[in-house]
Every structure is written in C-alpha cells, then in structure tokens.
T-cell receptor
Framework: NAGVTQTPKFQVLKTGQSMTLQCAQD?????MSWYRQDPGMGLRLIHY???????DQGEVPNGYNVSRSTTEDFPLRLLSAAPSQTSVYFC?????????????FGPGTRLTVL | GNSVTQMEGPVTLSEEAFLTINCTYT??????LFWYVQYPGEGLQLLLK?????DKGSNKGFEATYRKETTSFHLEKGSVQVSDSAVYFC????????????FGTGTSLTVIP
C-alpha cells in the first residue's frame, strides 16, 4: 500500500493564479480531509469528505474548493491564490471503524504564493 | 466545544533525559485521544492512541494515559534519544461531532547529544 500520496511536493504560485493539489489514498477509507499547517497554529481543517460525492467545510474553507468523485481521490483547488495561502498542506484519510479511527497523513505540499 | 491545549515549546533536552509534554482537552462527548509525531520535512505519523478512559497508549518507549478526571493525555518517555527530535501533536476525535479531529498547536522537541 502506498497510503496517502500528495502531489506536488513543492509549488510556487503568483498571486491570482489557480492550481489543484492532488491527494489519493489506496486504503479504501471513507473519510478524507485537507489541513493547512502554519507556524504556531497547528493544523487547521480546510475541507473534509465522509464519502464519494459528499464534502463539507472545515474551519478555514475560504479560497478553496474540493470535490470527491471517487473514494480514492480528494483534490484541493485554489481558485485565485493569495499570499495568505502560503502554507504547508496535508491531506489525511481514515476509516470510520471505532477502534481504527486514527488519521493517516500524506507527506505534504509546501506552497508559496508570491 | 472541542479543543486541545498542549504545552508550548520549544523543548530542549539532553539525551537520556525524561520527557513530559502536557496535553489537556475539552470535549462534548467521549473522545479518542492521539499523539502524532512530525519529523522534519515529513507528514504526521501516529505515535500512540487511547480510545477510552484509563487506557494507556504506548509505542517506541513513549506512553500516555487517558485521564478523564483531569481531562489530560500527557506524553512521557523515560529516556529520549537524538532521533526523537520532532514536533509532537496532541489530538482528539469526538464521535459526537462526526469524528472530526482537533489538534493542539504542536510542541517542538530537540534532543542534544
């Protein structure tokens, strides 16, 4: 199993550009989430999905879109990049089984918006 | 609401020293509690977890006990190594709020030889 994979690892954008961060998991997990990590603020939830076709907003959703057309993939779209979106982005997945409910994280995408 | 508070760092210890990183939580239901570790340049990895009160999670010499009476889940290790240098995150998942995860802000640990 590859677990949770994310591409790209690094990205530099100019203000106003759009892009998609890719996330895929091969563990057949129902739940997938996107977080951003900023210094001194821990991880903040952007969007999440409880299954294919179902998405919902997290704590900081503005400026981001998501879709979940398959169980495996959960891309994050930046519509018009802003310097405030400079961050490290992590995708995570988990199952809903009570005793196995820990999240599995991807390696992250380091995004810089100039 | 749900929240996690963990001690601020950075923490610097000498090799073989005793480590404690404090974590307290607020939850509306009966959460599961987790410690994650993040090594430089990597994603978060599960270190240990506990799913109910008085459970003790343990892994790689680290331990944490789920204390409902003090709403705490402090991370401990008896003898740290240089390879333990990382950022440690305490987290909870509450079934009452759809199993959403809530993370602390992270504690950076540096172990010097």
């Amino acid at each position: 199993n590859a677990g949770v994979t994310q591409t790209p690892k690094f990205q530099v954008l100019k203000t106003g550009q759009s892009m998609t961060l890719q996330c895929a998991q091969d563990m057949n997990h129902e739940y997938m989430s996107w977080y951003r990590q900023d210094p001194g603020m821990g991880l903040r939830l952007i969007h999440y999905s409880v299954g294919a076709g179902i998405t919902d907003q997290g704590e900081v959703p503005n400026g981001y879109n998501v879709s979940r057309s398959t169980t495996e993939d959960f891309p994050l779209r930046l519509l018009s990049a802003a310097p405030s979106q400079t961050s490290v982005y992590f995708c995570a997945s988990r199952t809903d089984r009570v005793l196995r409910n820990e999240q599995f994280f991807g390696p992250g995408t380091r995004l810089t918006v100039l | 609401g749900n929240s996690v508070t963990q001690m601020e760092g950075p923490v610097t210890l000498s090799e073989e020293a005793f480590l404690t990183i404090n974590c307290t939580y607020t939850a509306t239901g009966y959460p599961s509690l987790f410690w994650y570790v993040q090594y430089p340049g990597e994603g978060l990895q599960l270190l240990l977890k506990a799913t109910k009160a008085d459970d003790k999670g343990s892994n790689k010499g680290f331990e944490a006990t789920y204390r409902k009476e003090t709403t705490s889940f402090h991370l401990e290790k008896g003898s740290v190594q240089v390879s333990d240098s990382a950022v440690y995150f305490c987290a909870l998942s509450d079934k009452g709020t759809g199993n959403q995860f809530y993370f602390g802000t992270g504690t950076s640990l540096t172990v010097i030889p």
